[in-house]
């Protein structure tokens, strides 16, 4: 299996501030085939299913502001959150898709200093 | 745009069984391989099953020879037979393929 492990567990920024979370795949996500990163990344709020922010480790779902934006390759992966903002309160996730064992990271719990 | 529904969620008694569908549109289901993950109360995300496009199964270590992972490709439906449940399979269970996900389906166990 495919482990995925996030730094922090948890994160306190004040607003207007950058966010960064930090995601390491056991091994490459990288596709020889396609040139690209078999990683997304999700944001869920309590009683509420992950939200698809990030695929292919840098494209942005279709309505997600732009504050967010996703970097890396290979095994090591970042999750940036330009400047926060009280609505970005939230658990984020990353996750594996190069293979069908769907690995998740711990999750990263995000909160207002 | 891809669509998946989960449903057969319920409570059940340690032991009990269910059946979850998840039905999926918006894609070919039949080309793609498809997965189950789990979130337990105010737990991270599980990997618990997937299946390839040809069948091919993958379990967790978990819920091997509890939980079967299977598909109807006409009728665009993923499903998960889960037996001799346990309280710890608790949580709410998403269907899904690559970083598509649906709303999920809450299992409780619980006497």
Redesign the interface.
Same mark, same amino acid.
């Given at each position: 299996d495919i482990v995925m492990t996030q730094s922090p567990d948890s994160l306190a920024v004040s607003l207007g501030e950058r966010a960064t979370i930090n995601c390491k795949s056991s091994q490459s996500l990288l596709s020889s085939s396609n040139n690209k990163n078999f990683l997304a990344w999700y944001q869920q709020k309590p009683g509420q299913p992950p939200k698809l922010l990030i695929s292919w480790a840098s494209s942005r779902e279709s309505g997600v502001p732009d504050r967010f934006s996703g970097s890396g390759s290979g095994t090591d992966f970042t999750l940036t959150i330009s400047s926060l903002q009280a609505e970005d309160v939230a658990v984020y996730y990353c996750q594996q898709y190069y293979n069908i064992l769907y690995t998740f990271g711990q999750g990263t719990k995000l909160e207002i200093k | 745009e891809v669509h998946l529904l989960e449903s057969g969620g319920a409570l059940v008694q340690p032991g009990g069984s269910l059946r979850l569908s998840c039905a999926a549109s918006g894609f070919t289901f039949s080309s793609h391989?498809m /997965?189950w @993950?789990r979130q337990a109360p105010a737990k991270?995300?599980?990997?618990v099953s997937?299946i390839?496009d040809t069948f091919t199964t993958?379990y967790a270590d978990s819920v091997k020879g509890r939980f079967t992972i299977s598909r109807d490709n006409p009728k665009n439906t993923l499903y998960l037979q889960i037996n001799s449940l346990r309280a710890e399979d608790t949580a @709410?269970y998403?269907c /899904?393929m690559?970083?598509?996900? /649906?709303?999920?389906t809450l299992v409780t166990v619980s006497s």
């Amino acid at each position: 299996d495919i482990v995925m492990t996030q730094s922090p567990d948890s994160l306190a920024v004040s607003l207007g501030e950058r966010a960064t979370i930090n995601c390491k795949s056991s091994q490459s996500l990288l596709s020889s085939s396609n040139n690209k990163n078999f990683l997304a990344w999700y944001q869920q709020k309590p009683g509420q299913p992950p939200k698809l922010l990030i695929s292919w480790a840098s494209s942005r779902e279709s309505g997600v502001p732009d504050r967010f934006s996703g970097s890396g390759s290979g095994t090591d992966f970042t999750l940036t959150i330009s400047s926060l903002q009280a609505e970005d309160v939230a658990v984020y996730y990353c996750q594996q898709y190069y293979n069908i064992l769907y690995t998740f990271g711990q999750g990263t719990k995000l909160e207002i200093k | 745009e891809v669509h998946l529904l989960e449903s057969g969620g319920a409570l059940v008694q340690p032991g009990g069984s269910l059946r979850l569908s998840c039905a999926a549109s918006g894609f070919t289901f039949s080309s793609h391989s498809m /997965g189950w @993950v789990r979130q337990a109360p105010a737990k991270g995300l599980e990997w618990v099953s997937s299946i390839t496009d040809t069948f091919t199964t993958y379990y967790a270590d978990s819920v091997k020879g509890r939980f079967t992972i299977s598909r109807d490709n006409p009728k665009n439906t993923l499903y998960l037979q889960i037996n001799s449940l346990r309280a710890e399979d608790t949580a @709410v269970y998403y269907c /899904g393929m690559s970083f598509y996900w /649906g709303q999920g389906t809450l299992v409780t166990v619980s006497s």
